[in-house]
């Protein structure tokens, strides 16, 4: 069985910064396997970042240089930063968690949290 809880999302206004957490529960795990998207209202749930079996992350193109995965292993943490936030970036955020190799397609995963509420607005 495997449990994700993300955390972390709120508030912020353009330009500004949020850290977003995932905490995987699971006897068995890799961080190779964690990945996230996100939904904004009236859209489809996208890619946003996930990493690779084979090693590194890839990000979706609306985020890459602005966004960053990091895992802390001991904590069973995955963390996305978030950086010069615009409003297109509301949506809520979900952590999920595959098997498989194919990290940008959302049907690989097995497993989703919850998700988190982002919202950038003046």
């Known amino acids: 069985q495997v449990q994700l809880v993300e955390s972390g999302g709120g508030l912020v206004h353009p330009g500004g910064s949020l850290r977003l957490s995932c905490v995987i529960s699971?006897?068995?795990?890799?961080?190779?396997?964690m990945g996230w998207f996100r939904q904004a209202p009236g859209k489809e749930r996208e890619f946003v970042a996930a990493n690779r079996w084979t090693g590194g992350t890839d990000y979706a193109d609306p985020v890459k240089d602005r966004f960053t995965c990091y895992t802390d292993r001991p904590k069973k943490t995955m963390y996305l930063q978030m950086n010069s936030l615009k409003p297109e970036d509301t949506a809520i955020y979900y952590c999920a968690y595959r098997i498989t190799s194919d990290g940008r397609n959302e049907a690989s995963y097995d497993y989703w949290g919850q998700g988190t509420q982002v919202t950038v607005s003046s």
């Open positions: 699971a006897d068995i795990w890799s961080i190779s396997g």
